[in-house]
C-alpha cells in the first residue's frame, strides 16, 4: 500500500466508524405501502441510495393507501416466524411491536449521528422505546390540506381557496349548481376518517381535537361540537360524485388533475401525485390548508425487526443511517410531498407548499396547535382507530344522525379501551 492510498484508506475507515456503519453493503428486505405514482418514486430514491452504497435491497410492497393492508400483512408475516428486515411504521405502533420485543434498536446509529439534536423533540419521542432509538423518520406530512385545480375554481368564479368550512360549502354549493363535483374522494375507512378528522380541527380547533382523538375524553367525544363535526362530514357526503365508493385516494387526485372535480382534502402525499405527473404547485394545482390554524401530524418512519445474520443485522444499520443523511432526506421529500423530519435540511429547492408547511409547523408547535392525526396512526392505537374508523365509514355511508354517530362513537371507544 502506497502512503497516498494508506491515507485514502484509513480516512475512509474513520469516516464510517465515526457515522456507527461497519461497512456500506448488507441486505434489507423492506415492506412498504409506497405502490402510487408519487409514492413510487420517492421509496425509489430509497433503493437507489441504499443500492448505490452497495447494499442488496428486497422490495416487498402491499398496495392500499394508509397501510391498513400492510399492516396486516406484517402480523402474518411476524406470526408466521419470517418478519421483514424493514417495516414502515409510526406512531404508537412503534411501541406496541417494540413493546412485544419484535424490534431491533438502531440506538448506536442514532448515537454516533446524533439523531436528537436534529430532530424535533416529538418525532424523536415517538421513534424511541426506553430510551433508544427503535425507527428512523423519513418525512413530515401534513394531512389537514386542500388540494384544488385553480381552472375549475375559476369557471365557477371561485377567487380564493377556503377559510373556514362556511366559505367550503359556499364554494361547493357554487359548484354543484354549475354540475361540478366538489369534492374528489375516495369511500375507504381511512379516507373517511381522514376528511373526518380534518373537520373535527376545523370545527373544534386543536385542543378539542385533542380532547377527543387523543385523549379520547367522553365528554368531548359526546359534545355538541362533536355533532356539529358531525353535521359537516354530512354535507361533505353530498358533494362527492356517484361513484366514490372504494376509490383509491390516488384516483381521486387524478379527478382534480384532470379537472373532473375541485377539491380533495388529503394529506401531502397528494403533493406528490402532482408532482410525479409533471404538474406545478400554484400554476396547475393550488395548496391550502383546511380550517383550524393546526397542524395535523403524520410521520413516516422505518422500523428494523428482530432477524438475524450478519448480512442482515448489517443491513438495518446502513439503512437506518441512510435514511436519516440530510442529503437522503431531500431527495426522498421532494419527491414524497412532506418535508423533511430533520430540522437542518436547507428548503432551497422546496415549493411553496412545502414552505407553508413547514412555518405552519414552526407556528402551530409555538401555539400548541400541532395535533397527531388519529387515521394515519399518529395518535391511538391500532384498535380504537379501527372503531373511529367503522363509526365514521357508516356515518359516511348511511343516513345516522350527528347525535347518534356521536354517542355511538363514544361508547365505541370505551368498549375499546
Ligand atoms: C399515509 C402515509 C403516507 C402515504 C399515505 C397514502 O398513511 O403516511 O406516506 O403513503 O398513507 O398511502
Given at each position: 500500500m502506497n502512503t497516498l492510498t494508506r491515507i485514502l484508506v484509513t480516512t475512509v475507515a474513520i469516516g464510517l466508524a465515526a457515522s456507527g456503519v461497519a461497512r456500506a453493503d448488507g441486505t434489507v428486505e423492506v415492506l412498504h405501502w409506497w405502490t402510487s405514482g408519487?409514492?413510487?418514486?420517492?421509496?425509489g430514491e430509497l433503493k437507489n441510495a441504499f443500492e448505490n452504497q452497495g447494499g442488496k435491497w428486497i422490495d416487498s410492497p402491499i398496495a392500499g393507501g394508509g397501510g391498513d393492508a400492510a399492516m396486516?400483512?406484517?402480523?402474518?408475516?411476524?406470526?408466521?416466524?419470517?418478519?421483514?428486515?424493514?417495516?414502515?411504521?409510526?406512531?404508537?405502533?412503534?411501541?406496541?411491536?417494540?413493546?412485544?420485543?419484535?424490534?431491533n434498536d438502531v440506538d448506536a446509529v442514532a448515537q454516533a449521528e446524533s439523531w436528537d439534536g436534529v430532530l424535533p423533540p416529538v418525532l424523536a419521542g415517538i421513534m424511541k422505546y426506553e430510551g433508544k432509538y427503535v425507527a428512523a423518520p423519513v418525512n413530515i406530512h401534513r394531512v389537514d390540506w386542500f388540494w384544488a385545480n385553480p381552472e375549475v375554481l375559476a369557471k365557477?368564479?371561485?377567487?380564493?381557496?377556503?377559510?373556514?368550512?362556511?366559505?367550503f360549502?359556499?364554494?361547493?354549493?357554487?359548484?354543484?349548481?354549475?354540475?361540478?363535483?366538489?369534492?374528489?374522494?375516495?369511500?375507504?375507512?381511512?379516507?373517511?376518517?381522514t376528511v373526518f378528522e380534518d373537520v373535527v380541527l376545523g370545527v373544534g380547533g386543536a385542543d378539542f381535537y385533542r380532547k377527543a382523538l387523543v385523549e379520547l375524553d367522553q365528554d368531548a367525544l359526546t359534545s355538541d361540537t362533536m355533532v356539529k363535526a358531525f353535521d359537516q362530514l354530512r354535507k361533505m357526503r353530498g358533494y362527492v360524485d356517484?361513484?366514490?365508493?372504494?376509490?383509491?385516494?390516488?384516483?381521486?387526485?387524478?379527478?382534480?388533475?384532470?379537472?373532473?372535480?375541485?377539491f380533495q382534502i388529503m394529506g401531502d402525499w397528494a403533493k406528490g401525485e402532482f408532482l410525479a405527473a409533471g404538474k406545478v404547485p400554484g400554476k396547475d394545482f393550488l395548496c391550502a390548508p383546511t380550517p383550524g390554524n393546526g397542524f395535523v401530524l403524520n410521520s413516516d418512519s422505518f422500523t428494523f425487526f428482530k432477524v438475524s445474520g450478519e448480512d442482515n443485522l448489517k443491513g438495518q444499520q446502513v439503512l437506518a443511517s441512510l435514511i436519516m443523511s440530510p442529503g437522503f432526506q431531500e431527495t426522498f421529500n421532494l419527491a414524497k410531498g412532506s418535508i423533511p423530519a430533520r430540522t437542518d435540511v436547507a428548503l432551497d429547492k422546496f415549493d411553496s407548499c412545502a414552505i407553508r408547511s413547514h412555518e405552519d409547523l414552526v407556528a402551530a408547535v409555538a401555539s400548541n396547535s400541532l395535533v397527531p392525526s388519529m387515521a394515519h396512526e399518529m395518535a391511538i392505537s391500532r384498535s380504537v382507530r379501527g372503531e373511529f374508523l367503522d363509526l365514521v365509514t357508516n356515518f359516511f355511508n348511511s343516513d345516522m344522525s350527528s347525535a347518534d354517530a356521536a354517542k355511538m362513537l363514544a361508547d365505541a371507544v370505551k368498549r375499546a379501551q
Open positions: 408519487g409514492e413510487a418514486k420517492a421509496v396486516t400483512a406484517l402480523r402474518a408475516r411476524v406470526v408466521a416466524g419470517n418478519p421483514p428486515t424493514a417495516v414502515q411504521l409510526k406512531g404508537p405502533g412503534i411501541q406496541e411491536w417494540a413493546a412485544e420485543g419484535a424490534l365557477a368564479g371561485i377567487t380564493e381557496m377556503p377559510k373556514t368550512w362556511d366559505e360549502n359556499a364554494a361547493a354549493d357554487k359548484l354543484m349548481a354549475m354540475g361540478i363535483t366538489p369534492l374528489a374522494h375516495g369511500g375507504q375507512p381511512w379516507q373517511d376518517a356517484a361513484n366514490f365508493s372504494g376509490r383509491d385516494w390516488n384516483l381521486a387526485t387524478a379527478m382534480v388533475m384532470k379537472g373532473e372535480a375541485a
